[in-house]
């Protein structure tokens, strides 16, 4: 999505300040962190350490990019384990 001037006015950001965003899921980090969309503001944001949603800002990017590596290396080793194990 574009980056909006802050003088700019649109209804989607309108009708979400009244109504609340519509999140959808836009990205599986792990099992239990998710990036989320609005559908109809198309603001972004994340579970935090806590179990709040946060706007996703290019730190939070940053740490889910780490932690979905991490998570992934992780899977694929138990799941090596595993299967030597039988």
């Keep these: 999505m574009k980056p909006k001037s802050p003088k700019s006015f649109s209804f989607a950001v309108a009708?979400?300040?009244?109504?609340?965003?519509?999140?959808?899921?836009?990205?599986?980090?792990?099992?239990?962190?998710?990036?989320?969309?609005c559908a109809k503001c198309g603001v972004e944001m994340t579970d935090t350490a806590n179990g709040l949603l946060a706007k996703l800002t290019p730190k939070f990017k940053e740490t889910n990019k780490f932690l979905a590596n991490f998570y992934k290396r992780r899977s694929a080793r138990r799941q090596r384990q595993f299967a030597n194990a039988s």
């Excluded at 009708?15 to 519509?22: D, E, L, N, P, T």
């Excluded at 792990?30 to 989320?36: A, G, V």
Aim: proline content about 0%.
């Design 15 to 37: 009708y979400c300040s009244i109504f609340g965003h519509q999140l959808k899921v836009s990205k599986n980090v792990t099992d239990h962190i998710h990036e989320y969309q």
